[in-house]
Nanobody
Framework: QVQLVESGGGLVQPGGSLRLSCAAS????????MGWYRQAPGKERELVAS???????NYADSVKGRFTISRDNAKNTAYLQMNSLKPEDTAVYYC??????????????WGQGTQVTVSS
């Protein structure tokens, strides 16, 4: 079994910053891509940013230039640095990881979500 534990959410004023962390633990052979998704009330879950094991990143257009995804492969942890936050960034943020539990079996795992609220 694999667990993804997110932390770092909270309430921040517009223009402020937050850093989310996602730590994976359990029966992990290796982790391929890790990503952050978000879901606002009444909206579908959307990809915010992703990063491969080799460090290739991908961002939603709405966060380019403001958010930075990174990972520490030795710690099986991904981070999302969020700067210049806007009210429209308010959502529950979920971590996702493509985990190889053995060399040939990959399972997609989700974290429990962490609330990010941008409001004055």
């Amino acid at each position: 079994q694999v667990q993804l534990v997110e932390s770092g959410g909270g309430l921040v004023q517009p223009g402020g910053s937050l850093r989310l962390s996602c730590a994976a633990s359990g029966s992990i052979f290796s982790i391929r891509a890790m990503g952050w998704y978000r879901q606002a009330p009444g909206k579908e879950r959307e990809l915010v940013a992703s990063i491969t094991s080799g460090g290739i990143t991908n961002y939603a257009d709405s966060v380019k230039g403001r958010f930075t995804i990174s990972r520490d492969n030795a710690k099986n942890t991904a981070y999302l640095q969020m700067n210049s936050l806007k009210p429209e960034d308010t959502a529950v943020y979920y971590c996702n990881a493509e985990v190889l539990i053995v060399s040939s079996i990959m399972i997609n795992y989700w974290g429990q979500g962490t609330q990010v609220t941008v409001s004055s």
